[in-house]
């Protein structure tokens, strides 16, 4: 067992996988130390809680940049009271800071890949002149194939990617653990659980509003299922504030803004009594090499609640959806299909009551943080994947 872990990343430390996997690996560390792009974050093996290092400056204003000193400045002082080291990064773009850092340590590099990043990059798409540099995807996938090779070890959350990584890069098929990012156990109810009838005139969705993931199309097949008289409610939740007001102008083009609730913002605590209103969960993501390559969290939120899904038909989605049998899909970036779904969906409510069964029961079984975390467990604490 290592003495100390040393955790990176470009995004916010209150992010949930990030947050499930130091809660996970903190325990099997003498020390972890994580650094964000709000600072450097301490804590011993016998806390529950990540202390701000107060004494380090902050990091840089484009935190992803892989070529910045700053990481080595600010956590050399600590990587040098250990003997050996584990680098885990969250998404590749500072990789190449942890393996020329982990270079001086003889430490070995892993990546928690929540992302297919140069495919994610091209579906965010460029909306300032610096994304020129920040989100340029033929840029990424060059620095992805510089450092893929060199990575002790890699966990991705769709087996799709992991199909990828094998495939474009030859990387061993060994070194890689799935793990998806489920909700943990505690977090939904886990006695006394009967399903609820499921409204067919009510869809959730939650998540980020952003164009690739295909509102614009819910919301035209609404005013379709309108229009041959069936009106349905939907509850969105999150943000950001530009994408509700963009969504909110959309809805009221097409007539539908009654039947829309824009929430806002949520946090992961409120998820089980967002999910608590029967309906169904909607995952209507455009496809694309992004969305094919990666498992929304939003998925296994659903099963845990026993809410039965309604997805666009991307591939990672699609398999699990027919694998534990909880829901249904529809042809992505189509908003006639989707009408048609919703139109005929009362023809399947002999099956609701299976599909949240299922659901629910993948929950408990395996589809839940717990069972998911083993593999980053095996990987990070044994030098390679179970």
């Known amino acids: 067992m290592t003495g100390l872990l040393v955790y990176l990343t470009h995004g916010p430390i209150n992010d949930t996988r990030t947050q499930r996997v130091l809660t996970t690996l903190i325990p099997f560390f003498q020390r972890t130390v994580a650094a964000s792009k709000e600072g450097v974050f301490v804590c011993n093996r016998n806390e529950t809680t990540l202390h701000p290092h107060i004494t380090q400056k902050k990091p840089p204003r484009i935190p992803a940049n892989p070529l ?32 020329r850092l982990a270079r001086r340590f003889k430490a070995p590099v892993y990546v928690d890949m929540a992302e297919n990043y140069p495919a994610a990059l091209a579906a965010w798409g460029w909306h300032h002149p610096v994304h020129i540099l920040t989100r340029n995807a033929g840029m990424a996938r060059v620095y992805e194939r510089l450092i893929i090779k060199r990575l002790a070890g890699i966990a991705v959350v769709a087996e799709e990617n992991r199909d990828r990584l094998v495939g474009q890069y030859g990387y061993p098929n060994d070194r890689i653990v799935t793990v998806y990012n489920a909700p943990v156990l505690s977090s939904f109810e886990r006695e006394g659980w009967e399903p609820k009838p499921p409204d067919p005139c009510h869809l959730v969705f939650m998540g980020h509003l952003g164009p690739h ?62 999910l608590s209103k029967p309906g169904f969960g909607i995952v209507p993501h ?101």
């Open 213 to 274: 993931r295909g509102l614009r199309h819910v919301l035209e097949a609404l005013a379709a299922t309108k229009r041959e008289g069936k009106n349905i409610t939907f509850d969105v939740f999150g943000g950001p504030e530009s994408e509700i007001e963009q969504m909110k102008h959309r809805a009221s083009k097409l007539g539908v803004s009654s039947q829309v609730l824009f929430h806002g913002p949520y946090s992961p605590p409120q998820i089980p009594a967002i």
């Open 68 to 99: 910045s000193s700053y990481w080595a400045g600010a956590l050399s002082p600590f990587i040098g009271r250990f003997e050996r080291p584990i680098f885990l990064v969250r998404d590749i773009p500072l990789a190449l800071s942890a393996l």
């Open 286 to 386: 455009i496809p694309s090499e992004h969305t094919n390559t990666t498992l929304p969290n939003k998925v296994f939120d659903f099963f845990a609640a026993g809410m039965p899904v309604i997805s666009s038909a991307t591939r990672p989605v699609e398999r699990l959806l027919h694998e534990v049998g909880a829901g249904i899909t529809y042809q992505g970036g189509d908003s006639t299909s989707l009408c048609e779904v919703l139109l005929n969906l009362e023809l399947s409510c002999g099956s609701f009551q299976l599909w949240q069964r299922n659901g629910r029961r993948a929950f408990l079984s395996s589809y839940n943080w717990e069972a998911q975390s083993r593999g980053l467990v095996q990987m990070v604490t044994s030098d390679g994947p179970a």
